[in-house]
């Protein structure tokens, strides 16, 4: 117990920077295994104290993920223990890598609480992983060091095999989580219903509290609505789209407590994005504006189909009705809602101009009817569209026309230097809409 403590407290040591050296661990095969129960440990608590009581069932994977990482971490020892001619490094980096691991899941649970409350840009997500690779490098880096002193070159040399092997281990391997969220209890208890059928019968509540959130809209002052879909659950990349987008809306175009986002994923608590629910959450919104005064931005994002045309609405095998272009014109000429914006991120998402555009209507999509577009692809955080138009453009100028303008022309350039063929993102300005807005949204 007592090498226990050592090698815990010299792994705190070494993973804050502060003076150690290789005496201060205590190196065996028996210390090796107690630090890898620790780490395994403290990983599956903070896993279990995330999720909400009564929702969680444990995850066998993640004991062999957990004598996958020890096995990468003997290997890397072993090839630079033969590397830099240190046999003491095999065991040594081992036992110093696994013994800071504690501090530095404690650092890394609590940074990213402290990164999610002050970034609300999922977009800036990559800021995080790179400074957490970079932070691990380094970290390594001086667990090598302390049995094999390193010269400028070959430090740096080490630091980039480890930020290699890292970078592999974090994006290139599988994960899983050590909790089941969704199917807890299931197989022990005969009255636990199914994770579909649970998810079904939250929708009425979760729907209800969203929309009776919204709040009603100023007297002669031109609210802007933001209704999100983001309709296929199968990639984050369109949950983390929307996330974003909605912040950006909710903190430059003042949409905060007019704002709503129907998002398929497993990992959200936001109501479901099917038909039903926006034509709901389109009915609220048409109730709650002024038709002259304010007006509706609506961004649907999704995987789309030109043969028929739709936008995907799928969540984890439910029998979903998809989104066409004529139920879109439907259930918004259901509502009293007259000047409208409307934004679809979908490969093919141009044959939706022909059903949406009118005199009052400002409607965008990221591709022409016969096109595909860009970036849904689960490591990202935006589509190739959504970052160009969203993330870039609507940061630079408030004007819905000329953001597509700036878009479009950097959406090109990226295309024609990676040689893809160009998505040709298209617009329909309104007459009407044109005069009335102005200056403002025009």
């Excluded at 997500?125 to 390193?150: E, H, K, M, N, Q």
């Excluded at 016969?370 to 955080?381: E, I, L, M, Q």
Aim: glycine fraction near 6%.
């Amino acid at each position: 117990m007592r090498a226990l403590l050592h090698n815990l407290l010299a792994g705190f040591r070494l993973a804050t920077f502060l003076k150690i050296d290789a005496s201060q661990f205590r190196v065996s095969i028996a210390q090796l295994v107690w630090l890898t129960l620790i780490e395994f440990a403290l990983g599956v608590g903070i896993g279990y104290f995330e999720l909400d009581a009564g929702k969680r069932s444990f995850n066998p994977d993640v004991i062999l993920q957990a004598l996958a990482a020890v096995s990468l971490t003997l290997a890397v020892a072993a090839a630079l223990a033969h590397w830099l001619r240190t046999p003491a490094l095999l065991p040594g980096y081992a036992v110093a890598a696994t013994a800071m691991a504690p501090t530095v899941l404690m650092y890394l649970y609590a940074g990213f609480a402290v990164w999610q409350r002050a970034v609300t840009d999922a977009n800036l997500d990559w800021i995080w992983s790179l400074g957490v690779l970079l932070w691990l490098g380094a970290l390594l880096t001086r667990a090598v060091a302390l049995w094999a002193p390193l010269s400028f070159g070959r430090r740096i040399a080490v630091e980039s095999l480890l930020i290699a092997v890292l970078a592999v281990q974090m994006w290139g391997l599988p994960r899983h989580e050590a909790w089941d969220p969704d199917s807890a209890g299931e197989a022990d208890n005969p009255l636990k219903i199914g994770s579909h059928e649970a998810l079904l019968y939250q929708q009425t509540g979760l729907l209800a509290h969203s929309l009776n959130s919204l709040r009603a809209q100023r007297p002669k002052v031109a609210d802007l609505y933001f209704v999100g879909f983001a309709g296929d659950g199968g990639q984050d990349v369109f949950m983390k789209e929307m996330n974003s987008v909605r912040a950006l809306f909710d903190s430059r175009f003042d949409t905060r407590g007019r704002s709503l986002a129907l998002i398929n994923n497993t990992h959200t608590t936001a109501p479901l994005a099917t038909t039903t629910a926006l034509q709901a959450a389109l009915a609220r919104v048409g109730g709650l504006l002024d038709p002259e005064e304010d007006v509706l931005f609506l961004f649907v994002t999704s995987h789309g189909s030109d043969d028929p045309a739709y936008v995907s609405v799928d969540e984890d095998g439910l029998q979903l009705t998809q989104l066409t272009p004529a139920r879109l014109k439907a259930a918004l000429a259901a509502t009293p809602i007259k000047w409208k914006v409307i934004v679809v991120s979908a490969c093919y998402s141009g044959s939706f101009v022909p059903a949406l555009q009118d005199d009052n209507t400002l409607v965008i999509t990221a591709s022409s009817a016969d096109r595909s577009s860009f970036g849904c692809d689960a490591k990202n955080s935006m589509t190739d569209f959504g970052r160009a138009y969203f993330s870039e453009a609507l940061k630079q100028t408030m004007s819905f026309t000329a953001a597509f303008s700036l878009a479009s022309t950097r959406i090109a350039a990226r295309e024609k230097a990676e040689g893809l063929t160009p998505s040709q993102p298209q617009m329909s300005l309104g007459k009407a809409f044109a005069a009335r807005w102005l200056g403002i949204y025009d």
